[in-house]
């Protein structure tokens, strides 16, 4: 093997790979089959590094085979389905308690079209877009209400960046 040389010994690595592609092969699958702790902790790495590039291609994913997608999105809900519901419930449960008496037909209303807009932008520009609430019904500092003056329509790329926490 050359080894001053770096492209000659590019190339010779280059032929070693084509020449032993099985054997590199079964080398690769043994390792991981004995290193699962460290195989997920480097695609934990891997995802943390390259989100956007993971998201992109779980997407094109999803467009290229939306009945597989369905039934992994279908499994999932079904292994989670207790947890599920519990988040559901309690997110319920916090907008019911955040929304004031005070609060009028006409108020529930408005709030009903925040997020038929929503739905309207969805469809318009091609990417979600969700109902935030400005100051978060559950914030560690500060919490809002359900209220129409508390919500705003925006990206949900933004909405999850943002989190639960109040940006002035």
């Known amino acids: 093997m050359p080894k001053k040389d770096p492209i000659a010994r590019a190339e010779y690595g280059r032929l070693y790979r ?6 590199l092969r079964a080398y690769r699958q043994a390792w991981r089959k004995a290193n699962p702790d460290k195989r997920a902790e480097q ?17 094109r994913w999803k467009k290229a085979n939306p009945e597989r997608a369905a039934a992994v999105s279908r499994k999932t809900r079904q292994k989670c389905k207790a947890r599920i519901l519990a988040t559901k419930a309690k997110h319920r449960a916090n907008k019911r ?23 309207l932008r969805a469809k318009l520009f091609g990417f979600e877009w969700h109902v935030d ?18 919500l705003q329509v925006i990206p949900g790329k933004e909405n999850l960046l943002k989190n639960n926490k109040y940006v002035n």
Do not use: Q
């Open 18 to 23: 084509e020449k032993n592609k099985d054997k």
């Open 43 to 59: 695609n934990k790495r891997y995802a943390k590094k390259h989100p956007d590039m993971l998201r992109d291609k779980t997407n």
């Open 97 to 119: 308690n955040r929304t004031p008496i005070w609060a009028n037909k006409d108020h529930l209303w408005m709030i009903k079209e925040a997020y038929e807009l929503a739905i």
């Open 133 to 150: 609430h400005i100051i978060p019904l559950n914030g560690k500092l500060v919490s809002g209400l359900h209220v129409i003056e508390n």
